[in-house]
């Protein structure tokens, strides 16, 4: 069976830092472009950041460049996004999502079941 | 950047049609994936390439493309389809992922 499954989530103080893991198994995982997406309590998705199948190709979403890193250990199977400087609006449940197939424009399946992440004093 | 439109919510009675857009610009030009995502819960994907549907996706789901307008269509609505329904696509220019606001389906 696919499964995603994150953790590191957590109340944390603005301008903190936190790191998001997310464990994959039941696929090749080294073979997937993965992404990770949040959603603030009470509103909508936004995707957050993508990484290629062998790390070396990122991108983001303005609201985080220069704030949140993404990465993955493919020998570990596990995505991570290492996230510096936080504030009150990064606030949310963070998703992992895999790609569905090989490419980085592929929908998102399947997701993770979230974690929360509160920034706040 | 590129903006996708949702109306806030749909409301149908059971066994009737449902029916969510999904306004962009020249949407038509682009490949549309749908999300089903039930409270407490992490989003399903029901819809993927305008019209493909994932295993497991009841038959019940379609979706269609054209112009500026997706279209999520439900047919013979049950209790179990109330959910949040997410459009999405990936803008080029920016080559970012981008949601629509989401629709919420209320079965009457």
């Known amino acids: 069976e696919v499964q995603l499954v994150e953790s590191g989530g957590g109340l944390v103080q603005p301008g903190g830092s936190l790191r998001l893991s997310c464990a994959a198994s039941?696929?090749?995982?080294?073979?997937?472009?993965m992404h990770w997406v949040r959603q603030a309590p009470g509103k909508g998705l936004v995707w957050v950041s993508r990484i290629n199948s062998d790390g070396s190709s990122t991108s983001y979403a303005d609201s985080v460049k220069g704030r949140f890193t993404i990465s993955r250990d493919n020998a570990k199977n596990t995505l991570y996004l290492q996230m510096n400087s936080l504030r009150a609006e990064d606030t949310a449940v963070y998703y992992c999502?895999?790609?569905?197939?090989?490419?980085?424009?592929?929908?998102?399946?399947?997701w993770g079941q979230g974690t929360l992440v509160t920034v706040s004093s | 950047s590129y903006v996708l439109t949702q109306p806030p919510s749909v409301s149908v009675a059971p066994g009737k049609t449902a029916r969510i857009t999904c306004g962009g610009n020249?949407?038509?030009?682009?490949?549309v994936h749908w999300y089903q995502q039930k409270p407490g819960q992490a989003p399903v994907l029901v819809i993927y390439y305008d019209s493909d549907r994932p295993s497991g996706i009841p038959e019940r789901f379609s979706g269609s493309n054209s112009g500026n307008t997706a279209t999520l269509t439900i047919s013979r609505v049950e209790a179990g389809d109330e959910a949040d329904y997410y459009c999405?696509?990936?803008?080029?220019?920016?080559?970012?992922?981008?949601f629509g606001g989401g629709t919420q389906l209320t079965v009457l």
């Open positions: 999405q696509v990936w803008d080029s220019s920016s080559d970012h992922a981008v």
């Open positions: 039941g696929f090749t995982f080294s073979s997937y472009w």
């Open positions: 999502a895999r790609g569905l197939y090989s490419s980085g424009r592929d929908p998102f399946d399947p």
């Open positions: 020249n949407i038509g030009s682009k490949s």
